[in-house]
C-alpha cells in the first residue's frame, strides 16, 4: 500500500483549477477530491468544485472550495461533488463552451475523477479546445487501462467479500449452490478477486462460455468429495437475466440453486484504508504533475509507483485481465 511517488519539478505556473467526479460513484473519491484541494491550495492554486460531473460544467455549477470544504470527507462514500452522466457534452459545440466559460472564470486547468468514459470526455475537451486536463482513476471496476489499480475496488470486494461469507453460512446450512452476482460490467476484476478470496467453485466472467452441463459436472464433483454447498460467483455483464436464468436451469438439474445479486451495495459505504491512502495519493499526483507541465494524462499505478498515461491511450485501449486468476480458483475450490 506504499506507492513511490515521483519528485516532479515545477514548470507551469497555475492560479485557479477546478475538480469534478464522473460516472458511477466509488468509494474513495472523496478522499481524492480532498487530496486536490488540499495540495492545490498548499501550492498557492484555488480550486473550484464543479457540481454533476459534467454536467455542472454545462450548467456552470462551480463553487470555490477551501480547506474546510473536505473537512470530514475522508471516510465518506459516494463523493461530496456529486456525479452525472451527460450526454448533451458529445457534442463539440458543447465542449468548447464549457472551456470558454472555464477560461472566462480564470480557471486554467480540470482534475477529472472517473473510468473510461470519463476520461474519454476529458481527452476531447482538451484535444478540442487546449484547456488542460488531468484523469484521476476512480470506478469500482477496476477496468481502466494503463493502472494497476482504480479508486474503489479494493473496497467494492471487501464488501462483496463480507456479503459472500454470509451468504455461505446459508449455504452450507442449507446444502445448497448459490449464485452470487457482483458488479463489474464486461469486466470480470471483481468478480475474480471475490471468487478467489470467498473461495467459490465456480467464477463465471461475463464472457464466459462455460456450458451447462459443465457447471453441472463441477457441481456433482464436489457433492462426490462431501461437500453440498457451492458458491458460484457470477460477473454480471449486459444481460440481467443471466443469473436468475442459470439459476432456474440448476434448480431444473436437480440442484437446490438461489440467486443473490449484490447491485449496488457495492458502490456505497466507507472506503477501505487501502482506497483512501490510494486516493490521497492520485489526488496530490494530479496536481503536481499538472504544475510539472503534463496534461491530457491520467495518473495512475503501475509496478509499484505513480506513473501518468495519456488519455488517448487510456480510452482506446481495453484492460486485459489474465485468465490465471479464474484458474487459480478453480484449482484453490476443488
Given at each position: 500500500?506504499?506507492?513511490?511517488?515521483?519528485k516532479l519539478?515545477?514548470?507551469?505556473?497555475?492560479?485557479r483549477?477546478?475538480?469534478?467526479?464522473?460516472?458511477?460513484?466509488?468509494?474513495?473519491?472523496?478522499?481524492?477530491?480532498?487530496?486536490?484541494?488540499?495540495?492545490?491550495?498548499?501550492?498557492?492554486?484555488?480550486?473550484f468544485?464543479?457540481?454533476?460531473?459534467?454536467?455542472?460544467?454545462?450548467?456552470?455549477?462551480l463553487?470555490?472550495?477551501?480547506?474546510?470544504?473536505?473537512?470530514?470527507?475522508?471516510?465518506?462514500?459516494?463523493?461530496?461533488?456529486?456525479t452525472?452522466?451527460?450526454d448533451?457534452?458529445?457534442?463539440?459545440?458543447?465542449?468548447?463552451?464549457?472551456?470558454e466559460d472555464?477560461r472566462a472564470?480564470?480557471?486554467?486547468?480540470?482534475?477529472?475523477?472517473?473510468?473510461?468514459?470519463?476520461?474519454?470526455?476529458?481527452?476531447l475537451?482538451?484535444?478540442?479546445?487546449?484547456?488542460?486536463?488531468?484523469?484521476i482513476p476512480g470506478?469500482i471496476?477496476?477496468d481502466?487501462?494503463g493502472?494497476?489499480e482504480?479508486?474503489g475496488?479494493d473496497?467494492?470486494v471487501?464488501?462483496?467479500?463480507?456479503?459472500?461469507d454470509r451468504?455461505?453460512?446459508?449455504?452450507?446450512s442449507?446444502?445448497r449452490t448459490?449464485?452470487?452476482e457482483?458488479?463489474?460490467?464486461?469486466?470480470?476484476?471483481?468478480?475474480a478477486?471475490?471468487g478467489?478470496?470467498?473461495?467459490?467453485e465456480?467464477?463465471?466472467?461475463?464472457d464466459?462460455?462455460m456450458?451447462?452441463?459443465?457447471?453441472?459436472?463441477t457441481?456433482?464433483?464436489?457433492?462426490?468429495?462431501?461437500?453440498?454447498?457451492?458458491?458460484?460467483?457470477?460477473?454480471?455483464?449486459?444481460?440481467p437475466?443471466r443469473?436468475?436464468n442459470?439459476?432456474?436451469?440448476?434448480?431444473?438439474?436437480?440442484?437446490?440453486?438461489?440467486?443473490?445479486i449484490?447491485?449496488?451495495i457495492?458502490?456505497?459505504?466507507s472506503?477501505?484504508?487501502?482506497?483512501?491512502?490510494?486516493?490521497?495519493?492520485?489526488?496530490?499526483?494530479?496536481?503536481?504533475?499538472?504544475?510539472a507541465?503534463?496534461?491530457n494524462?491520467m495518473?495512475g499505478?503501475?509496478?509499484?509507483?505513480?506513473?501518468?498515461?495519456?488519455l488517448?491511450?487510456?480510452?482506446?485501449?481495453?484492460?486485459?485481465?489474465?485468465?490465471?486468476?479464474?484458474?487459480?480458483?478453480?484449482v484453490?475450490?476443488?
Open positions: 500500500m506504499m506507492w513511490s511517488i515521483p519539478q515545477p514548470t507551469r505556473a497555475l492560479k483549477i477546478a475538480v469534478l467526479t464522473s460516472g458511477g460513484d466509488a468509494p474513495g473519491m472523496n478522499a481524492a477530491v480532498r487530496a486536490v484541494v488540499r495540495t492545490a491550495l498548499e501550492r498557492g492554486i484555488e480550486v468544485g464543479v457540481q454533476k460531473g459534467f454536467s455542472g460544467l454545462v450548467q456552470g455549477k463553487e470555490p472550495m477551501d480547506r474546510s470544504s473536505v473537512a470530514n470527507i475522508l471516510h465518506r462514500g459516494g463523493t461530496i461533488l456529486k452525472d452522466r451527460c448533451e457534452f458529445r457534442q463539440p459545440s458543447v465542449r468548447r463552451k464549457v472551456a472555464l472564470r480564470g480557471i486554467e486547468a480540470l482534475v477529472v475523477i472517473g473510468g473510461d468514459g470519463s476520461f474519454t470526455g476529458a481527452h475537451l482538451e484535444q478540442e479546445t487546449g484547456l488542460p486536463v488531468i484523469g470506478t471496476d477496476n481502466v487501462y493502472t494497476d482504480t479508486i475496488f473496497t467494492a471487501n464488501t462483496a467479500l463480507e456479503a459472500i451468504i455461505r453460512d446459508t449455504a452450507t442449507h446444502e448459490f449464485l452470487i457482483v458488479m463489474g460490467r464486461s469486466a470480470g476484476f471483481i468478480a478477486a471475490v478467489i478470496a470467498g473461495g467459490a465456480i467464477v463465471l466472467l461475463a464466459s462460455t456450458p451447462l452441463d459443465a457447471i453441472c459436472a457441481l456433482k464433483s464436489s457433492e462426490e468429495r462431501g461437500k453440498f454447498s457451492s458458491l458460484i460467483v457470477v460477473a454480471e455483464g449486459d444481460d437475466n443469473t436468475p442459470l439459476t432456474k436451469a440448476l434448480n431444473e438439474r436437480g440442484f437446490q440453486a438461489r440467486a443473490a449484490l447491485g449496488h457495492q458502490r456505497g459505504g472506503p477501505s484504508g487501502h482506497d483512501r491512502v490510494l486516493a490521497s495519493v492520485l489526488g496530490a499526483s494530479a496536481v503536481d504533475h499538472l504544475l507541465g503534463q496534461s494524462v495518473v499505478i503501475s509496478a509499484g509507483a505513480i506513473v501518468s498515461v495519456p488517448a491511450k487510456v480510452v482506446g485501449t481495453k484492460k486485459p485481465m489474465s485468465n490465471d486468476y479464474i484458474e487459480l480458483a478453480t484453490l475450490a476443488t
